[in-house]
Each structure stands twice: as structure tokens, then as C-alpha cells.
């Protein structure tokens, strides 16, 4: 048998009876923490051991009592969607002292409980390291007070710690994304979305503080996120006289029939003197300086309330499930954890190196080391910086290199949100490279039609938060105007295509890839960025448009279900989109909190519907009100909403009734959400990156020609990483009947969804995270493109 098939049923080989585990929040709340709680609770249920609450944090724990209480299957029911932590948080000065950490050890000694799931910031999971350090010592001391017998010594002689990271602030080395960060952008971007509407009206400029006292995660990623003018952040304090390049800049955008500004400023923002700066500071010298119509909103708290976003539920989940995993395996010997995400892969990386690292930042900044404090947050904060840089400020004409050559840019297939996010990137890449960037309107219907036209600078600002497709986009594929394509190819000079889309635009470039042997004209770099809401491109985990579809579906899924607090038992079976590709549902059902999810990937008959009609019966009858069930809209052709939804209301009668919904296009429009934002400008921004290179290459005696298969590539998000793949290698890859790829990832997730909805199955723990090491970013690294 392979090693993956031997790891498939882990609770055979990893059963959690006879153990104890105990979940705890500290420090600062985040959206996002009672999805880690549950995912713990049930996991930890489902293995065979007991789990624990322990309230208002480490205080909880020094005071025991009921502040430790054993926690049920029904105890976490409903917390899913509840922003904040249900079971508590509290700063806790008892527990910085022997004495508190003595008092917390026998209290844990007495319920017998050696395994801690810590969710929190660096503090909190530096005192568990502490803790788990001291253990021996303070159960030497517990039996020399008489408190405990001997015996209990040798029976709980180590303490096990696994760490998640709550935390807003994304103020973590040696993970992408901490639990609460992805809400907290929510919340700033839904501010700035508003402000900008009023700003516009009035012609103000507005600053805008978030939070981030040592960190500039959330101010940097809004502002890429929202095309803001100017960002402070203390890792990279402006140069001196900043204040007269910044006023330069904003006039500069007005003069350019910009009607508002917008500037954001993390709290911990500072100068090169490591000198405050403050928001009244800035609002002071606008209006000195320019004298224009200023207002402050400071968003203070606003960013740490509400509810979680659809990442942070499956991020808090997949870690919380990974944590119970990191508990079951480790021995004495094991160094406490964190369970982390690195691109699109949960990782375990040693509690104190990441702590380490951490404080290495504050370390180089105190020290003036701007740029080694840029480098120890990470790649994927280099990269944002960069990027930003990159597409915020316009370097002058004199200093553009001059390519000669022309680039068109165009959207294929259904409209995705971020599709503009990512056109904007495109352009304003492709300008500071010195190319003459051409927008297609239509799609390939605009582009043999001949609606291309020059796309300036200015003519994208404010794109980044648009829905939709503002250069517009047809399904139309190009193999049967080839030849009308090629002409206007030729009358405009391109010498490269970026397409932005679904799988209509992969197979667009299949086609002329194909078309080459004939048309000449084809011979140039053809680059696509996957941009559809159904995510099923091959050669990508992600799709631009999937995340904010997942938060449209997340969404409606919470309103419906609360629409049935307070009635009878209540089923609701929602149809969510995705051709025939099961990602949308298997994932917003996880966090929904699903209890099933019908897909084509998974076949199921009739016998699966009536044992989940069972399962959910049997459920109904305890204490759970409400039940989720989600169809992808080409599960199959038989068992339609309709069936499923009759078959469901016979089955419940008396127990429960049931409600169905079809969500329809409500999952495509909408402004995009800041993943899809932020993801749309960097992979766009790293494509033109690609294709500037390629011209480069390809440039021999006067013209471009490219005629290799590299040179007709798919951009996509493989695991860690961003990677470059010829379409002709990814048609292996394909399902074209069903227009899916024949991998994906996201299935591995099913049982998880299934295991947190209480059904027994089997779950496949061979891509966990092994135990790993923190690498230092260093420059020769850093390349500026590979980790979102």
C-alpha cells in the first residue's frame, strides 16, 4: 500500500482516546477565532478525546473553576459566523508570574488535560512555550505542596502546545495570513468603498488610520487593495521631505480630473527618525500646503468587530483540524508548534523561531534597518509593497524605458469580480516597462470587430474596486475569426496578448496557439490569468472572482439560515453556481457549516440523499434548529434542487420542513473582495512582468516572433507558489466535456466538511504540514512575484 493510503484513515493509527485538550483564545480577538474553537471541539470529539473550554483566556486558566468546562458537539453550534471569541479573551498579568502559571498547572492537572490549542498573538503563544518549558518543574512543585500525588507526575509528565495565530494585524513571520486579517481588510475596504462616493462628491481628500501598531500589513494591502494615493507604514518610512513629494503626488492626481484623494496611514506609522506620524499631522499639511477640503476617519475597533470573512471561516478551520492533527502526533520531544498557511498549503513551523523572526522586525526597525525589516515579514509583504510601489506612483515620462513595443489586454468569458483589479495591474505595469498598452473591448467579438483602442495611466484609475468587466467580455473564441483577428493583430501592431478569464480564454489560447501554423501574426507571447468565479481553470488552485463569489454565497447562506431563528426545525437547500465544477459548493459549505454538499465530482445516488436525510433527522432531533444543504447547479442531471428538495421535505416530515433557493447571478456581481483585489493586481502584475521579458527574448531583426510552446503560457496559483505553465501542457491536465481540471485540490477538504457536520468518513492526511523550519527572506530569494 503507498504511504498516502496508509495515513488515509488517521484515527486509526492517530486515536485521541484517553486524551484531554483544551482550547483557549488570548490577547486580542479576531474574526475567525470561534471557526478555529469549533474546528478543534469537533475534531478533537470526532478522534475520541475530551476537549475542554477555557474561558477569558489565560486568566481562565489560573483561575479554573468553571472557567474550564468540557465542551460538547452542540456547544459550538451557531459560533461559525460570530465575529469576536464566544468563549473569552482577557490580558492575564497573573500568568507573567510563577506563581499564576503554578495555580494554571493544577488546574490542568486535575482534569487531566496535557494537550493546549492556544489561539492568539505572539504574546499568548510565546507564555504557552513558557508554560510547556516550566511544565516538569511546576508539577515537581505542585507534589512538594501536596497538591497532586506522584503518580500524576509520571501520568501527565509533558504538556503538548500547538499554536494558531489570531491576529488582525497579519503581524506573524512564517505564516501568509493570520486568523482575522482577511475580515479586518473587509471591514476597511467596505470604509474606503463608502468614503470614496462622498470624497467624489465634494472633491476631499481623506485619511484614513487603520490599525497596525508595529505592522503595516492591513494599511499596505487596503491601499493596493483600493488604489489609495499615498500609504504610511512603519516598516518603510518615507525618505525625508516625503511631505512635498506626497502633495506633489496628490496634485499631480487632481490635475488629472481626479476629483478625491485618498491617503492611509497605519497607527504605528513613522518617519526615518523613528518619529511618529500622526493622521492630524497629515490633515494639517494638505491643507497648508494645498489647501484642499480635508476630513480624518479613524476606524479604530470597527476593524476587529463583524463577522468573519468566507477566508477566515476555512482558514480558521483547516487550521484548527490541523492543530488536533499536531497534537495526536507529538511526542515529549516535540518543540511547541504554530500550524500556519504558506500560499495554499497548511505548514507547522516551530513556535519560537517564528517568534524569533518576529521580533527580529521590531529589532531592524528600532535599528533603522528598514529593508531587513521588509524582508523578515515575508515575501508576500515584499511583494505587496513592491507592487504597490509599482502601480501607485508614475514615474516620469524621461524616465520610462522606451519598448516600442505594443501590448493588448483583454477579458474572455464570464464576468469575475477583480477582472478590473486586474486590468489596471496590467496597464500600469506594462506603461512603466515603456510598452503602449491597448485595451479590447468584447473579448475576441470586440477584437475582430476591431474595438481596441490605447489605454493610458489615468484611464484605469479607480478600476480596482469595480465589478464586473469594464472593458467588457463575450464567450466568443477566436479559432473562427482567426483570420480577421490577425488583421487587426497587424493593423495595430500587437505584439503580445494578455487575457484575462475563465475557461473560455483557455481555450482561446489553445486555439491560436493552433492558429500559429497559419497566421504569423499569432507569433507573440500570449500570456492568461485565470479569472472566473467557478475556479476551475488547470494549472491554478484559485481563480480571480472565486473569493468574493464564496463571500456572496457565505453571506446569503448566514441570512437564510437566521431567517429560520426561532421557527420549527428548519432545512434550506441553496444551488450555488460552478458549472460542472463542485469547488464553490464543497467550500462555501464548509463556511457555512454545510451539512452536505452535492457535487459532480462525487457521484451519489439515492441511498447517499437517504442517508443524509437520516443523518440530518437524526440531528434535528437533538438540539440543532437549522440545516444547510448546497447543490452545485450540474451535481447531476437527475437529482436536480427541485428533487432534492421534495425528497428532503417527505423524508423530514415531523421533524423538520424544508426551504430552497437558487442564488443565480448574485454570485458574480458585487464589488470584489479584497483577496480578489489583491490577488488580480499581483498575478496581473507578475503576467506583464512575463510578457516584458518575453518581447525581449523573442525580439529578433525588427519584429517579435514566438512560436515555442513556452511562450503561450497560464499563469496560475500551484500550492506555495506562482507558476508559469504552457497551455499545451496543461490539456492533459483537462476534463474539456466538463470543463474542469482532473485534479483539485479543494476535494481533500470534502471530509473535513463532512467530519464537522458529524459524519463519520475517512480523511486524508498526507499533505498535512510536516514540522518545518523558518527560512530568513534573504534579497537573493526574494523574488518579488512568488508567494501571494
Not at 483557549?24 to 471541539?41: F, I, K, W
Not at 453571506?555 to 463542485?582: H, L, N, W
Not at 483577496?675 to 503576467?687: L, P
Amino acid at each position: 500500500m503507498a504511504q498516502t493510503d496508509t495515513k488515509k484513515i488517521f484515527f486509526e493509527n492517530l486515536s485521541g482516546a484517553g486524551k484531554a485538550i483544551a482550547v483557549l483564545t488570548s490577547g486580542g480577538d479576531a474574526q475567525g477565532m470561534n471557526a478555529a474553537v469549533r474546528a478543534v471541539v469537533r475534531m478533537g470529539l470526532y478522534v475520541g478525546a475530551k476537549v475542554y473550554f477555557i474561558r477569558e483566556g489565560y486568566q481562565g486558566m489560573v483561575d479554573g473553576g468553571e472557567n474550564i468546562t468540557e465542551a460538547t458537539w452542540e456547544s459550538v453550534s451557531s459560533m461559525l459566523q460570530v465575529g469576536g471569541t464566544v468563549i473569552g479573551s482577557a490580558r492575564c498579568q497573573d500568568f507573567r508570574t510563577p506563581e499564576g502559571r503554578l495555580k494554571a498547572a493544577l488546574n490542568l492537572v486535575k482534569l487531566g488535560i496535557t494537550n493546549l490549542c492556544v489561539i492568539g498573538g505572539d504574546g499568548s503563544l510565546t507564555g504557552a512555550n513558557l508554560f510547556r518549558e516550566e511544565w516538569s518543574g511546576l508539577l515537581a512543585q505542585l507534589v512538594a505542596q501536596g497538591s497532586i500525588e506522584q503518580q500524576s507526575v509520571q501520568t501527565y509528565s509533558a504538556l503538548h502546545i500547538v499554536g494558531m495565530v489570531g491576529s488582525i494585524d497579519n503581524d506573524f513571520c512564517g505564516t501568509d495570513m493570520t486568523i482575522g486579517t482577511d475580515s479586518a481588510l473587509h471591514r476597511i475596504i467596505e470604509v474606503v468603498d463608502a468614503i470614496m462616493t462622498t470624497a467624489q462628491s465634494h472633491q476631499r481628500t481623506f485619511v484614513l488610520e487603520v490599525m497596525g501598531r508595529h505592522c503595516g500589513y492591513l494599511a499596505l494591502v487596503s491601499a493596493l487593495a483600493c488604489g489609495a494615493d499615498w500609504v504610511l507604514i512603519p516598516e518603510m518610512p518615507p525618505e525625508d521631505g516625503w511631505e512635498e513629494k506626497m502633495c506633489q503626488k496628490l496634485s499631480a492626481n487632481r490635475a488629472g480630473m481626479k476629483r478625491l484623494n485618498i491617503i492611509i496611514v497605519a497607527e504605528g506609522a513613522i518617519d526615518q527618525n523613528n518619529k511618529s506620524i500622526t493622521t492630524d499631522y497629515i490633515e494639517d499639511l494638505v491643507v497648508k500646503c494645498l489647501g484642499f477640503d480635508t476630513r480624518v476617519t479613524i476606524l479604530g475597533h470597527v476593524q476587529r468587530g463583524g463577522t468573519p470573512s468566507a477566508f477566515d471561516r476555512i482558514l480558521a478551520s483547516r487550521m484548527g483540524v490541523e492543530a488536533v492533527l499536531a497534537l495526536l502526533e507529538t511526542t515529549a520531544n516535540t518543540p511547541a508548534c504554530v500550524v500556519s498557511l504558506c500560499g495554499n498549503q497548511s505548514v507547522r513551523l516551530p513556535l519560537m523561531e517564528c517568534v524569533k523572526m518576529t521580533q527580529e522586525v521590531q529589532k531592524a526597525m528600532d535599528e533603522k534597518k528598514f529593508e531587513d525589516a521588509v524582508k523578515f515579514r515575508g515575501r508576500s509583504f515584499e511583494n505587496n509593497l513592491k507592487t504597490y510601489k509599482l502601480l501607485a506612483h508614475r514615474k516620469p515620462e524621461s524616465e520610462l524605458p522606451t519598448s516600442n513595443f505594443n501590448v493588448a489586454v483583454l477579458n474572455v468569458g464570464a464576468p469575475a469580480a477583480g477582472m478590473n483589479a486586474a486590468v489596471r495591474s496590467a496597464v500600469r505595469v506594462g506603461i512603466s516597462e515603456g510598452h503602449k498598452m491597448f485595451a479590447v473591448s468584447d473579448g475576441f467579438e470586440g477584437f475582430y470587430n476591431g474595438q481596441i483602442k490605447e489605454i493610458k495611466w489615468s484611464d484605469v484609475g479607480g478600476w480596482t474596486g469595480q465589478g464586473g468587466s469594464l472593458l467588457g467580455t463575450k464567450r466568443t473564441l477566436p479559432a473562427k475569426h482567426a483570420e480577421k483577428i490577425a488583421e487587426q493583430m497587424r493593423t495595430h501592431n500587437i505584439n503580445a496578448l494578455l487575457v484575462i478569464g475563465g475557461f473560455e480564454a483557455f481555450l482561446s489560447l489553445l486555439e491560436l496557439l493552433t492558429a500559429r501554423g497559419k497566421y504569423d501574426e499569432f507569433c507573440v507571447p500570449m500570456i492568461m490569468v485565470p479569472a472566473t468565479v467557478s475556479n476551475n481553470i488547470p494549472g491554478s488552485d484559485l481563480s480571480i472572482g472565486a473569493d468574493t463569489a464564496l463571500n456572496a454565497i457565505t453571506t446569503t447562506c448566514d441570512r437564510i439560515k437566521q431567517s429560520a431563528s426561532g421557527t420549527k426545525r428548519r432545512v434550506f437547500i441553496i444551488e450555488t453556481m460552478g458549472g460542472y465544477c463542485g469547488y464553490l459548493a464543497t467550500v462555501a459549505g464548509l463556511a457555512a457549516g454545510a451539512d452536505a454538499a452535492y457535487i459532480y465530482e462525487e457521484p451519489f445516488d439515492i441511498r447517499d440523499l437517504q442517508a443524509n436525510v437520516e443523518h440530518l433527522t437524526e440531528k434535528m432531533k437533538t438540539s440543532i434548529q437549522r440545516g444547510l444543504v448546497l447543490r452545485n447547479e450540474n451535481s447531476n442531471e437527475n437529482y436536480t434542487t427541485d428533487f432534492i428538495y421534495q425528497l428532503y421535505s417527505e423524508e423530514g416530515k415531523g421533524v423538520f420542513d424544508c426551504r430552497k433557493n437558487v442564488l443565480g447571478h448574485m454570485q458574480q456581481g458585487g464589488a470584489p473582495s479584497p483577496f480578489d483585489r489583491n490577488f488580480g493586481t499581483k498575478i496581473s502584475a507578475k503576467a506583464m512582468q512575463w510578457v516584458t521579458k518575453k518581447l525581449v527574448e523573442t525580439f529578433r531583426q525588427g519584429r517579435v516572433f514566438a512560436n515555442t510552446e513556452d511562450s503561450c503560457c497560464l499563469l496560475g496559483m500551484r500550492r506555495r507558489a506562482l507558476v508559469f505553465q504552457p497551455v499545451v501542457q496543461l490539456k492533459g491536465e483537462t476534463d474539456f466535456v466538463h470543463r474542469i481540471p482532473k485534479e483539485q485540490w479543494w476535494l481533500k477538504l470534502r471530509p473535513l466538511m463532512k467530519i464537522l457536520a458529524k459524519y463519520k468518513t475517512s480523511y486524508d492526511v498526507s499533505d498535512s504540514g510536516q514540522l518545518e523550519h523558518v527560512v530568513h527572506n534573504r534579497p537573493k530569494d526574494s523574488d518579488a512575484s512568488v508567494a501571494m
